[in-house]
């Protein structure tokens, strides 16, 4: 009895990593359209609030290397190498917004040096603990994108 | 009222403008003088360069940073610097001899030698560095072990000689063996983008230099102050330095003095042609 009760909880748990897992859209299938991508990678609501955390974080999105953000402005140093965000949802539609998270390179140009955080299509030599790995996950990137969708002047 | 709201709206504007003035992300317009000597830290780029003016790392830098440099008594890396001179003096190896007992007075035989350098080494038939040139003689002049990178003094001894060389134009001859081979490959090692993040040097040095990065005002990372003083990490050698860039892109860590690295070397100081060795420099 006992027996069974682990091993139903055990099939249940991995069934539901699996459908979690399952629901992400790969790298590699993610559809770029007209509007960018207008549809989740995940089905799940971003989370504006670890978007931000994404956003802030060096581990994560660590955008802030490269964009000043008003909103952040408790934090200390604010890149110059992008654009500052304030107000990118004014500019942007969400499924642009996704696009430019997803992939820099196939909104802008290639020559972008905007890292394309849910992509595949990496730099030469990738050390062997990123080999294969996208630098976000695609709820990551659900996230940092209703974060920045909250981003309006 | 209203035009009273306008106006502060006005004053508002401005203040902010002078905030944005105050972190401006230009170089500075200062002459660099390291006690008395004046350095070339702008230099007319050479020919085929992507840039029109050559500039050191040192204009780039915090004020309290650059200060420190124009003192040799401020100087944090000139003890390093009287490391390496003590190492020029000792006697090591089978052959009882030190750098001294065949190169004298290195401020007599060593001026202005490092501001050539990588040079070709012809018995090597590859580029040839301060590094590799002090574990040549270590090895056939002096019979001792060559140094490990970064150990035991390499990078001591390596400021020792390239200070010997403060304020000289650094120049590479391309024309001696096969450099311009050794040039043209650093170059692609230079644009190649690399690591999860898909960066090259030129997308933080090139496209870049100039904009802050987090807390780090971008440079055009030129090797004219190597071995340099790093205020976190102390006495810094130039592929330490060349490593930690590679690392940040998050690729594989290509090895010290690797054809990869000499070549990069080759190809990043030229690309400082004419700006003055500030070994040993103060960056942050």
Known sequence: MRRWTTLAVAASVSMLATSAFAADVPPKEVAFGDDGVTASLTGTPGDPKHGAEVFKSRKLGNCLACHANEEMSGELFHGTVGPALDGVADRYDEGYLRAIVVNAKAIFTEETVMPGFYSLDLGADVAEEFQGKTILSAQDVEDVVAYLETLKE | MKSMMMKSGLLAAAAVLALTAGVSADPVDEQLVIDGQEMITRAKAPEGHPFDEVLSGWLYREAETRKLEEDSFDNPGMLSVEEGEEIWNTVEGTAGKSCASCH????????????????????????????????????????????????????????????????????????????QQWWERGKDVYYTRTGQLNLSCASCHEQNNGNYIRADHLSQGQVNGFPTYRLKTGLTSLHNRFRGCVRDTRAEIPKAFSDDLMALETYVTWRGTGLSVETPSVRQ
């Open chain 2, 104 to 179: 004298d007075d290195a401020a007599d035989t060593m001026a202005g030698i490092a501001a050539n350098y990588p040079k070709w080494d012809p018995d090597a038939k590859r580029p040839i560095n301060i590094e590799l040139q002090i574990n040549k003689c270590r090895e056939e002049n002096m019979g001792a072990e060559p140094y490990a990178f970064d150990k035991s003094g390499q990078k001591e001894l390596t400021a020792y000689i390239k200070h010997q060389s403060l304020g000289d134009p650094v120049s590479v001859d391309l024309s001696q063996g096969e450099m």
